[in-house]
């Protein structure tokens, strides 16, 4: 059967476009437009890249990747160290992922700095001409002359090979074979005193001084020493001093710390910690410690706490109170505050300052201290009712005791009254030591070692415990073998001890209709660092893993070492996340949700109203790898009808249009695949032409699959297969076209990769897999190549260019692009330049698209 006469113009259209060599030979051509100004910019390579919303058509693979798809990262210790808590301070680099933070840890008690690969414990200091060691320990330290004479002499000795101590050795071996009547005795005192002021001044030359000391020691190896051999000692000084310092001195972070550290927190991009001896900050742009507390009259020195809080402040805890820095020094609160005083064992601030002392909590509102709740009584409450409300958990096993204790503090003897205010005190609430805190919003979190309880304001949640009542008289060990699996004597007695001390009994048995409280999960366990980044979610450190909270619901973390790994610190910063535990740091950056926006007038020249439209979507999760949603559409503008006698029968208005769902997943640490289902509806036509029936429309399914290959940090291999799937009929199924199914093979090779310059070069090979007859000569020249190069200033603006050569199509063009990123939107541009139009006919096209991060 004939085909429609309205399909020919349009065909003609897109071969004229001729976006590869055997377009000529499949329907749908549309699929082949290269979507994205980016990647029309560097050649229309990206199928080895595809690290944005344009993925679902480039490489669905890239889905499985960051940053599309959240990845893991993982800072090991090595040896014997370990890892006791870490903080992350904000750098100037303009990454936007977990490389904008340093950091920062406390290792053996001692501060340290995550560098390339490794726990670093000092840092390098340049001694520029006129820069002395001393200026520089001056500056570093932030003391004054009269202060730093023991950190002067421990930063010698660590850019020393050798101790003072064994100048003086080989001076005083020397001394007993000098005779008395030797004429350059005092040269060689002078010699030994220049070499002492050369071991400060870091002028010793290592390699001339070991010759110097072998000379010495051979020559005293038969017990006695020639006047010749003393001579070339007397004039040998000077080979083992050099003129200048050494160009750079190694600088131990902690120098200025007197006492093994404490804990450490960031805030505004500095560093500050707390030690036994007092409190300091690190400006990390500057190099610079400064020391505060000494001159405040502070009850204590030792920082057992730190929590940053608004603009540049930092609470500080102390072994016997509770202080804050402004910014500028210590401070304390005045004592109409009721600050608490006692040892502060953590400190959590959100729009209330909370702080635990010792096994009591206390809360800060900016006009008071209190350890205590204070409630107002509403109609139809009376104590028990509110005590059941407020300690829930508590009250179930301890009720009589939290009367008694709430009568006595509020010197309550009747009846209660309507509107009258009564404390109720925090600290009944607590079943062990509190160990952690976290505040978000209103609501608390707070970790002891027996369990997480939340406070959302009104009440207190206890989690990891089941309620038991009694229906007879039971021993706690009946009680402990009803709850354990694996009832061993071991097991039943662990846990017949936690029953006791959590429910505060008194004996081993429990009489009918007493409730207990006992022990069912790992949120029972000791709870050693709790973060919430959000009102409605938490990540819990237990001691037997970490736990997730999502609004209400508890599960165990997704990844599965995590899940099973104790973390003493969790941190969330711009998203990200780092657990650390005692040998190792994870950090989980956090994929983004992507959108792509494109709008192109396309072969403006044969027709203004012929554009292209492509619209993309990506939407990461954490466990079930990343998922992608497209809409491609080509409208080929307004046309006439004609019959077969070329009789005017109105406009109509084709177009293509594709959808397409995609997904990716990352399958090994270094490789990726991804799937794309696609449906096509190619709307030529609403009628046949002719003697023709039907519509001439197609509709058509097709799939792509890709992988992505790291072959190491730099060098990346990927491939797809794109559009396979049944042929396009418009009227007759005989005169079906295939699809234009495509193989791709590309590289990615990052010539250089820092935070401020990124240099990318790609290449790419596509081939049609349609109509695979001729020879291989002709099969080869059918091969497409592509070539790009995309470099990137920092994360601002990029620069593109690229080639295509497209033998068969007889298609040779350069291509440029170039990008503007601010935040999270990024504005692509592309373009064309004129040539040859036999060899170009998609000179003077450009492309605009946009991306956005949300």
């Known amino acids: 059967m004939k085909r429609i006469l309205v399909y020919l113009p349009v065909l003609a259209i897109l071969l004229t476009v001729n976006v590869y060599g055997q377009v000529s030979q499949n329907a749908v051509p549309f699929l082949l437009i290269a979507p994205g100004a980016r990647a029309g910019g560097m050649g229309e390579t990206f199928v080895s890249i595809a690290d944005d919303a344009t993925a679902t058509h480039w490489n669905p693979a890239g889905l499985g990747r960051y940053p599309l798809s959240s990845s893991w990262i993982e800072f090991a210790a090595t040896g014997d160290q370990e890892i006791q808590k870490i903080a992350l301070v904000k750098n100037d680099l303009p990454n936007v992922n977990y490389k904008q933070y340093d950091i920062w840890a406390i290792i053996n008690g001692r501060l340290s700095k995550y560098k390339n690969g490794n726990w670093e414990t000092k840092t390098s200091q340049s001694l520029d001409e006129g820069r002395s060691v001393k200026s520089v320990i001056l500056r ?72 110097f000391e072998n000379m010495i020691n051979n020559s005293l190896s038969d017990d006695q020493m020639l006047n010749s051999e003393l001579d070339s000692v007397a004039f040998g000084f000077d080979r083992a001093i050099k003129r200048r310092s050494i160009d750079k001195i190694d600088i131990p972070l902690d120098i200025i710390l007197d ?34 507390g000494r001159e405040d009259d502070l009850l204590s020195l030792k920082i057992t706490a730190l929590s940053k809080y608004r603009r540049k ?23 109409e505050k009721n600050a608490p005083k006692g040892h502060i064992t953590g400190i959590a601030a959100a ?19 209190k350890n205590y709740h204070a409630h107002e009584v509403t109609i139809g409450e009376d104590l028990d009712k509110i005590i059941e409300s407020f300690y829930r958990a508590v009250a179930v096993i301890d009720k009589e005791n939290l009367i008694e204790q709430i009568k006595y503090m509020n010197e309550i003897e009747g009846e209660l009254s309507v509107g009258q205010k009564i404390k109720l005190p925090y600290q009944p609430v607590f079943r062990g030591k509190l160990l952690s805190l976290a505040a978000k919003d209103n609501i608390l979190w707070i970790g002891t070692t027996t369990g997480v309880v939340m406070f959302n304001g009104e009440t207190f949640y206890h989690f990891g415990y089941k309620k038991y009542t009694a229906e007879q008289t039971i021993s706690i060990e009946d009680i402990a073998r009803q709850f354990l699996p694996d009832p061993t004597p071991d097991k039943i007695q662990q846990l017949s001890q936690m029953i006791i001390y959590y429910n505060n009994l008194q004996g081993d048995m429990v009489e009918p209709g007493q409730t207990v409280m006992i022990y069912a999960n790992a949120l029972g366990a000791p709870i050693y660092t709790i973060a919430a980044p959000s009102s409605k979610r938490a990540y819990v450190g237990s001691a037997f893993g970490v736990i997730e909270y999502n609004d209400g619901v508890w599960s165990r973390f997704p990844k599965p070492e995590l899940a099973k790994t104790p ?56 466990e079930w790898g990343t998922f992608g949603f497209a809409i491609t559409y080509l409208s080929m503008g307004s046309m006439e009808r004609r019959s077969e006698t070329n009789v005017y029968g109105g406009e109509f208005h084709p177009y293509d249009l594709a959808i397409t769902l995609s997904y990716g997943a990352r399958l090994l640490n270094n490789l990726s695949a991804g799937l794309s289902a696609r449906y096509i509806n190619s709307h030529l036509s609403e009628a046949g032409a002719g003697m023709e029936k039907g519509s001439g429309t197609g509709y058509s399914f097709a799939m792509d699959g890709g992988i992505l290959y790291d072959v190491n940090r730099k060098f990346t291999l990927a491939s797809t297969v794109t559009n396979i799937g049944p042929d396009m009929a418009y009227i007759d199924a005989d005169q079906a076209d295939p699809l234009p199914r495509k193989l791709a093979l590309a590289f990615a090779y990052k010539i250089f990769d820092s935070p401020y310059n990124k240099l990318t070069l790609l290449g790419e090979a596509n081939k049609l897999l349609i109509d695979l007859n001729d020879d291989i000569e002709t099969e080869i020249r059918e091969i497409i190549p592509h070539i790009g190069l995309e470099y990137w200033y920092s994360n601002y603006v990029s620069l593109r260019t690229g080639y295509i050569y497209d033998d068969i199509g007889v298609q040779r063009y350069f291509t440029l692009g170039a990008s503007m990123q601010w935040t999270k939107y990024r504005f692509d541009f592309s373009y064309v330049p004129e040539s040859n139009v036999d060899h170009n006919r998609m000179g003077n096209t450009m492309r605009f698209s946009m991306n956005v991060g949300f």
């Open 567 to 622: 973390a003493h610190t969790i941190k969330t910063e711009s998203g990200e996340m780092w657990f650390a535990a005692s040998n190792k740091i994870y950090i989980l950056s956090k994929a983004q949700k992507q959108l792509t926006l494109q709008h192109s007038n396309y072969l403006k020249e044969l027709d203004p109203d012929i554009y292209f439209e492509f619209f993309s979507i990506v939407y990461p999760t954490i």
């Open 140 to 211: 570093y330290t932030g003391l004054g002359e009269n202060e730093i004479e023991p950190y002067y002499d421990k930063l010698v000795r660590l850019n020393n090979s050798f101790p003072l101590e064994e100048i003086g050795a080989l001076q005083q071996k020397l001394i007993l074979y000098i005779p008395d009547d030797y004429q350059y005795t005092e040269e060689i005192a002078n010699g030994f005193d220049r070499l002492k002021t050369a071991w400060s001044d870091l002028k010793i030359d290592s390699h001339e001084f070991n010759k």
């Open 313 to 335: 402040s930092i609470i500080i805890g102390t072994e016997k109170e509770l202080v804050y820095y402004d910014g500028a020094k210590i401070k304390k609160y005045p004592p």
């Open 351 to 369: 729009s209330k300052v909370w702080a635990t002392v010792e096994n009591d909590l206390y809360f800060y509102d900016e006009n008071d201290w």
């Open 259 to 292: 006492s093994p550290v404490n804990c450490i927190e960031s805030h505004g991009g500095m560093l500050y910690v707390g030690t036994d001896n007092g409190f300091y900050r690190f400006d990390p742009k500057r190099n610079k410690w400064k020391l505060y």
